[in-house]
């Protein structure tokens, strides 16, 4: 709603704990599915030998590769935007040890 | 990274086997048996493996101290682009044989499970320790293994 | 079982096992000596960003990060940023055919000082304020008039920022990482406190990496003129006292290993404010229902509490000697905002010594659902009400491109230059009176420019 000439009533009525609830659910249980994926044998077709981990090992290759660049976009979006984005950092590389 | 030490005891068929290999004279096939009565420390490394620059010096260092003893320190690179393990070598210099094992034909054929891998391979030829990565404060623990092998009569 | 090569190298592998029996080393003189350095332990990043939106704001902040290496299990780092930011901005009044004037609190001076001062920050005049009986103070305000048909913003706007920050990452086993760290940010008008924790998992040789962090914020707000009560009129008097907010954020992430040229990260994260979050410098124009002129300006409201949550898909691909880095967020909160990022960077790399890499990157959001261009006089105050554009429905755009000069892994420098374009629904249908003829959303667009310098030792 971007504007609202009589505008008295709260925001629409929406059941704010199944409401999210019902949003996340796929979202979570897509994540779940994944990481049972990920972690049983059926997903080991997915991935590299780690003798072929050359490219991953690249700088550019790596999740956050300038992770100060990553924090000086996300303070200006942050700034401008109403969205605040929550990314995981983990995982990627050469693999070694 | 902290590491948990896993030695992998060959069965008697797969060491039957690799035997077989060794002897084998064919060139399409990778032959250890000239090293028959010596120790293998057979590392796979590579030039964008961070952990292998760590191990190169300790490497150059076990070749030239149990050269006497019967060790023979074999490099295995699995680089796509030789001239990345070429710049590696200028920076790191190995003082022992290095084979090139672009396809990684050499790396599936000892399960290679991570970056650096070393294969400690006895006089008679089983494969008797196998470890994935490296870490300096470890060195002890592998040198107590080369000891161990060393130790060794070539039966 | 036989552990057989392929034929399809027979001579290769002849010459690689012929140069092993002979004893001799594949490239480099047999020499057994140290190597000329030992891998850097330690890394500097630095960054200075200058930000320059046009007729608004402008902002220099430089930044560094340290990264150590301990041991082989140990890593810690520490950062610091600081921001100075000068200028204009808009602060949710309406543009109107007819000069408005504005007023916010500007100083407390203890009575009996004599004022010399008639003018403050940004062009505005001082105003006097009657003191309270009894009070051993009075309060100076700044006054402003905003031209007709010009969008009205607020200038003497000036903030100047400290953070700083520790971080601690240590390899638990060789296939579990624990990471955690502190934060801190102050402004003249702000603090924030902050500490996370995290914990990674790989799987399938590295290929797979299973990742949960929580981050727990405390923030404490303490603004210019002080806290204003909520829908009551804008006014130079000093107004209530600091109010704090506290956040708390859970992300959980995948990264899997797709094949040797592909790394994918999937990550869901939920977060929850409770506390103000309530802008206390913004304002929401109440208009007569027939012109569409302001009639009063009231302090904004927002909810105190509000609940977040983002999927985040990040993909990088090798290609050539390039790499592609596409990602998509979507997100949404329980104050009905919901949008959609889409990311794209090719990094042109022909040459190991330097890079081009084009950035795309579109934003579109839904507006709050407490989000009003205004309000009209005669109907009954919503509990919340924001004409914040940041709130409003809008779409930006980036383009940019970053040019950069790495150096083996020691150095690197490098340059980016990026134009940022949000623009709104100026024209919102049913707009009353003289709001038709008025452009309703402040449109941005800010340059920005950041040059960075890595070195590792």
Known sequence: MNNCESCSANPPAESKARGWVRRAGPALGALAVAAVAASSAGCATLGAKPWDHDLLAEHAMQVDPYPLETRVDAHIYFSKEASSGGRSFAGGGCGCN | MFRKEKTLKISPALAATLMICCACARATEFDLSQYRGKVVYLDFWASWCGPCKQSFPWLAGIARSYASKDLVVVAVNVDKDRSRAEQFLNDYPAGFPVLYDPAGEIATAYKVTGMPTAVLIDRVGHVRFQHSGFLPKNEGEYDEQLRILLGESAR | MRVQLKKSDPAGVRRALAAAAAGLLAGGPVRAQSPQSDPPSTTVDSALLVYHEVNRVQAIEPEVNVSHKIDDDRTFSFGLAAGSLTGATPFGAVPSTLPQTYVRPYKVIPLGTPVTVTSASGGSTVVLIPPATGAKTRTLGASWVVPPGTYPLEHGFYDRRLAGNLGWEQALTQWLKLDGGVAYSKEHDYRSESAHVGLARDFNGHNTTLSAGVNYESDLSFPIGGTPTPLTEMSA?????????????????LTQVMNRRWLSTLSYSFSELHGYQTDPYKVISVVDPVTGQPTQQLYENRPDSRRKQSIFFDNKIHVATDVIAASLRGYEDDWGVKSV????????????????????????????????????????????????SRLAEFHAQTYGVKVGMPFDETYEVYMRVEYYDQHGNGSPAGAIGQLQQQNLFPDLKAYTLLLGFTYAF
């Open chain 3, 341 to 388: 990022t889409a990311d794209l960077r090719y990094r042109w790399q022909p040459d190991p010594d330097y890079y081009v890499e084009p950035h795309l990157r579109y934003y579109r959001q839904g507006a709050a659902n407490f989000f009003h261009n205004y309000l009209v006089s005669g109907a009954a105050l919503p509990e919340y009400a924001s004409a914040d």
């Open chain 3, 237 to 253: 008097q000093w107004k209530g006292p600091n109010t704090s907010l506290h956040e708390t954020d859970a992300v959980l992430g």
